[in-house]
């Protein structure tokens, strides 16, 4: 049973571009969360997404965006890349109701040059 | 705002130890709190979660704390192993009774570093 799987696990950017992220959740999890994880830093929630909307954000720009497909996989979309946006991303998983585990993928690693 | 914090930055331990990483939050409204512990370069990894309706949850060799009129929890590991050796973050949420909060909100971490 493979767990949240994320891609690329590297990548780098240059100021200015656009990147997509990508995720499968974990087998039978409907809910997906991203979240940027800068260094030495704990993760901080961007948003949520069930049944392909957009249902919780974070407090970060519209700059940020994503999308949920149909087999629940996800992907994440940086626009306008800034310096700043250098961080790891995680996608989370979880099955929605009740008090299911959230489990989370290994990341994607963004430096943005 | 929410918030959770961490007491100690960093917690240095012989192996074979006993480890107890603290954990302060200042949401009353909480009611499910996570551990997650992240090696190096890896993602979160879950270790043990404990709903407020609990004070004390036990897994293999970890055990968690939750005292709500302080609003502190603790996470402790028997007999700490080198492979335990990583940052340590708890994580508290809000379900709404189950409800459609997936919002976790992370403090800083602490680095867990068990010496052979």
């Known amino acids: 049973d493979a767990g949240v799987t994320q891609s690329p696990t590297h990548l780098i950017k240059t100021r200015g571009q656009q990147v997509t992220l990508r995720c499968s959740p974990k087998s039978g999890h409907d809910t997906v969360s991203w979240y940027q994880q800068a260094l030495g830093q704990g993760p901080q929630f961007i948003f949520q997404?069930?049944?392909?909307?957009?249902?919780q954000r974070g407090n970060f720009p519209d700059r940020f965006s994503g999308h949920q497909f149909p087999n629940y996989s996800s992907e994440l979309n940086v626009n306008a890349l800034l310096l700043g946006d250098s961080a790891l991303y995680l996608c989370a998983s979880s099955l929605r109701g009740g008090w299911n585990t959230i489990y989370f993928g290994e990341g994607s690693w963004l430096t943005v040059v | 705002g929410e918030s959770v914090g961490l007491h100690l930055p960093t917690l240095s331990v012989q192996e074979g130890d006993n480890s107890i990483i603290n954990c302060a939050y200042s949401n009353s409204a909480s009611d499910y709190f996570i551990w997650y512990k992240q090696e190096s370069g890896k993602g979160p990894q879950f270790i043990i979660d404990?709903?407020?309706?609990?004070d004390k949850r036990q897994g293999q060799r970890v055990t968690v704390l939750l005292n709500k009129t302080v609003k502190h929890l603790s996470l402790q590991i028997a007999a700490t192993q080198p492979g335990d050796s990583a940052v340590y973050f708890c994580a508290e949420n809000n379900r709404r009774g189950g409800g459609s909060n997936y919002k976790l909100t992370f403090g800083k971490g602490t680095l867990l570093t068990v010496n052979p």
């Open positions: 404990i709903r407020s309706n609990m």
């Open positions: 997404y069930y049944e392909e909307e957009e249902r």
